[in-house]
């Protein structure tokens, strides 16, 4: 049973990739690339901590359970349509990021209770260490919704200005860029060092991503 609950998690974190690699998408149809490279961001660090949870429900429970896969997280379509990048006015790059931040804020805050229902049923039955892990997990989802939930605020209070929102993006490419190239690590010279070890301790890419 807990291990068909941590794969529902692990299915909503599937279509989360799909929902930041369609943000990616936008972003960089209207050219801000420091918000493209931010939900590239999250798509690289939420792919690591799906495979990291994929590996945990394998080794704890000894099944495998296939995940639900969707096709599209019914965003890019919608905002792109049938828009041609060149022939954009700033009403319409304003709109397109509008309803970007929008989908990712209410995408986090659905994920949270979700994750919350299976974590309390995960307590009920007593499987605390499948319990923690989850927490770990709901502590990031937070962490990530306050963020974006601060950033609409701010957003919000500067009217969604187009100068303001074009000149930041040079810092958030370099704070993004940076975090992308920390979580993947560096290449170790003497993996086969650890190999006595857990499958997580053998890696050093996968176990970043929990840091
Ligand atoms: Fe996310």
């Known amino acids: ?8 998690i692990s299915s909503n974190i599937n279509t989360a990739l799909i929902l930041h690699r369609e943000l990616a998408d936008c972003f960089w149809f209207v050219y801000l690339p420091g918000y493209a490279m931010f939900q ?27 995940d639900t896969l969707s096709d599209s997280a019914e965003i890019a379509n ?5 828009k041609n990048r060149n022939q954009l006015s700033s009403e319409e790059t304003q709109d397109i990021i509008k309803k970007c931040f929008a989908a990712h804020r209410d ?3 659905n994920s949270i209770q979700k ?18 892990f989850i927490s770990s997990l709901i502590d990031d989802v937070k962490k990530e919704l306050t963020f974006v939930t601060d950033k609409i ?3 919000n209070c500067i009217k969604f200005d187009m100068p303001q929102i074009v000149s930041e993006q040079d810092i958030w490419v370099e704070r993004y ?16 060092y650890n190999s006595n070890v857990d499958p997580d301790s053998r890696t050093t890419i996968f176990n970043k991503a929990s840091n």
């Open 40 to 66: 590239e961001y999250q798509y690289i660090a939420e792919s690591i901590e799906q495979r990291k949870l994929k590996r945990y429900i394998g080794s704890t429970y000894g099944i495998y359970i296939p």
């Open 78 to 82: 919608h905002l792109i349509g049938n």
């Open 1 to 8: 049973m807990s291990a068909n609950l941590l794969t529902q």
């Open 177 to 192: 860029e940076y975090l992308i190239k920390d979580i993947l690590g560096k290449s170790e010279k003497y993996h086969h």
């Open 115 to 132: 994750y919350q229902k299976i974590s309390l049923q995960l307590f009920d039955s007593v499987d605390i260490s499948s319990f923690n």
């Open 107 to 109: 995408w986090e805050t």
């Open 153 to 155: 605020i701010e957003l």
